[in-house]
């Protein structure tokens, strides 16, 4: 495995531990949806939350890992999420989070974490679970 791999998944470890920690269950870890992948879905008793872990060894210049997740991946996370709850006919507060992960490859553990809950909204419309019109909404409760 890649370098970059193992210190993803290590990132991936380092926020499961988080989530644990402030109650949390891990639900799945890298969901996949075609090409589209969730690195984190965590669920407590009101919420389900899907993660994306940025971990990275170094900052470069002043960008904190967190601030790779572009509109783009956002947007990705969102179709993901919206069919992870389809299918599994999910009814809770949904919301989006961002970990940003600074791991130090001297001491092999993790030097600073940056959780970012509710991190965005998705623009991307998710179908009630109740509705067969094929019309797109957002359902929140």
């Known amino acids: ?14 926020t499961c531990e988080y989530l644990i920690r402030r109650g949390y269950k891990i639900v799945a870890r890298n969901y996949r949806l075609g090409n589209i992948e969730i690195d984190v879905i965590a669920e407590n008793e009101t919420d389900i939350v899907f993660v994306e872990v940025k ?12 601030q790779y997740v572009d509109a783009h991946k956002r947007r990705f996370m969102a ?3 919206n069919a992870y709850i389809k299918h599994n006919r999910i009814d809770k507060t949904l ?15 993790v030097a600073d974490i940056h959780y970012y809950e509710n991190a965005f909204s998705p623009k991307l419309r998710t179908v009630k679970p109740s509705s067969y019109s094929g019309e797109w909404r957002w359902h929140r409760r």
């Not at 495995?1 to 990132?11: D, F, R, S, Y």
């Not at 470069?60 to 890992?65: E, K, L, R, S, Y």
């Not at 919301?95 to 553990?109: C, E, H, P, V, Y």
């Open 55 to 66: 971990t990275r060894t170094t900052t470069f210049g002043d960008v904190n890992p967190e």
């Open 95 to 109: 919301r989006f989070d961002i970990a940003g992960i600074l791991w130090n490859k001297q001491t092999g553990s």
């Open 1 to 14: 495995m890649a370098l970059h791999n193992e210190i993803g998944h290590l990132g991936e470890d380092a």
């Open 79 to 81: 179709v993901a999420g």
